[in-house]
């Protein structure tokens, strides 16, 4: 196969995920017309994240995760899981440059997943690496759009929702921010990655950390009041000194 026969079957395959994921969309829209397009797009993400992320850790084998899985030759199943999500992450990056209800962060996101992809696609040994790049980056995923379902159908005061933030905050912060960090320090001072490897892992980890830091915010203006009655207690027992 030739280098023009090889990737016109590349862009067929980024093609027809692209149409996979923009049908889906379509289909969403019109089994439920009452819902809003964000509606539908979270409903995509939900399907997206949970595969991507299940998918991920099973090929990543995170329980057996040695030198030699991450320097194996890609496989057709490594593959398939890049074009997977490279057709999702064209999808939702075209669906808010339409309805323009996301940052310029989430932006940033998709375009930087989306030249990830087509690099590792480049590669013949990143597979492993990849599909332990996107259960990173999308375990929470799932949580993040059960919490914007229940909120959009109006049970956010309940204690089922408050739950639910909690361990999403709790897990983005631990995998992304702690795990992430480690991941990229190993990542920076092994062997097994070449620069652009590097290069892509540590602009997502920026990335990452600006998510954290918006996150944080959230926190502090959302359970503020909450945490005041805790800062009260922890200075009335010493443990937190009065400034």
Same mark, same amino acid.
């Given at each position: 196969?030739?280098?023009?026969?090889?990737?016109?079957?590349?862009?067929?395959?980024?093609?027809?995920?692209?149409?996979?994921?923009?049908?889906?969309?379509?289909?969403?829209?019109?089994?439920?017309?009452?819902?809003?397009?964000?509606?539908?797009?979270?409903?995509?993400?939900?399907?997206?994240?949970?595969?991507?992320?299940?998918?991920?850790?099973?090929?990543?084998?995170?329980? &057996?995760?040695?030198?030699?899985?991450?320097?194996?030759?890609?496989?057709?199943?490594?593959?398939?899981?890049?074009?997977?999500?490279?057709?999702?992450?064209?999808? @939702? $990056?075209?669906?808010?440059?339409?309805?323009?209800?996301?940052?310029?962060?989430?932006?940033?996101?998709?375009?930087?997943?989306?030249?990830?992809? &087509?690099?590792?696609?480049?590669?013949?040994?990143?597979?492993?690496?990849?599909?332990?790049?996107?259960?990173?980056?999308?375990?929470? &995923?799932?949580?993040?759009?059960?919490?914007?379902?229940?909120?959009?159908?109006?049970?956010?005061?309940?204690?089922?929702?408050?739950?639910?933030?909690?361990?999403?905050?709790?897990?983005?912060?631990?995998?992304?921010?702690?795990?992430?960090?480690?991941?990229?320090?190993?990542?920076? &001072?092994?062997? $097994?990655? @070449?620069?652009?490897?590097?290069?892509?892992?540590?602009?997502?980890?920026?990335?990452?950390?600006?998510?954290?830091?918006?996150?944080?915010?959230?926190?502090?203006?959302?359970?503020?009041?909450?945490?005041?009655?805790?800062?009260?207690?922890?200075?009335?027992?010493?443990?937190? $000194?009065?400034?």
């Amino acid at each position: 196969m030739g280098f023009g026969q090889e990737l016109s079957a590349v862009s067929l395959l980024k093609l027809l995920s692209f149409l996979f994921w923009s049908c889906l969309y379509l289909w969403y829209s019109a089994q439920s017309p009452k819902q809003s397009p964000e509606w539908c797009s979270r409903a995509v993400t939900l399907l997206h994240g949970s595969v991507a992320s299940i998918v991920g850790l099973i090929q990543c084998g995170v329980l &057996n995760l040695t030198p030699y899985r991450l320097t194996m030759k890609i496989r057709p199943w490594h593959y398939a899981l890049m074009v997977w999500s490279w057709g999702y992450f064209a999808f @939702d $990056l075209l669906w808010c440059l339409v309805y323009w209800t996301e940052g310029a962060l989430m932006l940033c996101h998709h375009t930087t997943a989306l030249l990830a992809i &087509n690099i590792y696609m480049q590669k013949s040994h990143t597979g492993c690496t990849f599909a332990c790049t996107m259960a990173l980056l999308e375990i929470t &995923n799932p949580l993040l759009q059960t919490r914007w379902f229940i909120r959009n159908a109006g049970f956010d005061k309940t204690m089922v929702f408050l739950i639910i933030e909690l361990i999403y905050l709790a897990t983005f912060i631990s995998f992304r921010g702690i795990i992430g960090s480690y991941v990229m320090y190993k990542i920076v &001072n092994s062997d $097994l990655f @070449d620069v652009e490897e590097k290069i892509i892992s540590f602009v997502f980890y920026l990335v990452s950390l600006a998510f954290i830091y918006e996150m944080l915010g959230y926190v502090l203006h959302r359970y503020r009041t909450r945490l005041e009655p805790l800062k009260t207690y922890l200075e009335e027992t010493g443990v937190v $000194l009065n400034d």
